[in-house]
């Protein structure tokens, strides 16, 4: 997630974390098992409250912090996937130049 918010020296910072946030469950419980607690003010989410020696502190997370992005693993397959049409491709390329080569009858020369 991208943080961004006032330091105690008054030095303004955008920061981006990494919070693990456990297993799966109920979105807020989890976030209050890392130790954050939040609240939407005009349209923006805040850092309402942030436990002294939790994760959100760990990583950075300070108290009244606005939460600007979040970012999430996209469910897809691997990457690697797309070497096997690729290779299927290039097999049947392979193959068909074979048969190109095999059919073509050489052509006599006059002299």
């Known amino acids: 997630m991208v943080v961004q918010g006032e330091t105690l020296d008054g030095k ?7 919070l693990p946030l456990g297993k799966a469950g109920d979105g807020v419980q989890r976030l209050a098992d890392a130790g954050l ?5 005009d349209g923006k989410v805040l850092a309402d409250n942030v436990m ?5 502190q760990r990583v950075g997370i300070d108290f009244d912090w606005e939460i600007v992005n979040l970012q999430a693993d996209a469910d897809r397959p691997p990457k690697h996937l797309m070497f096997i049409p690729a290779l299927i491709l ?14 073509a009858a050489p052509v006599p020369q006059r002299a």
């Open 12 to 18: 303004f910072m955008t920061r981006t974390v990494l």
């Open 37 to 41: 607690e939040l609240r939407e003010d």
């Open 52 to 56: 002294f020696g939790s994760e959100a």
């Open 90 to 103: 290039l097999a049947l390329i392979w193959r068909l130049q074979l048969r190109r080569k095999g059919s």
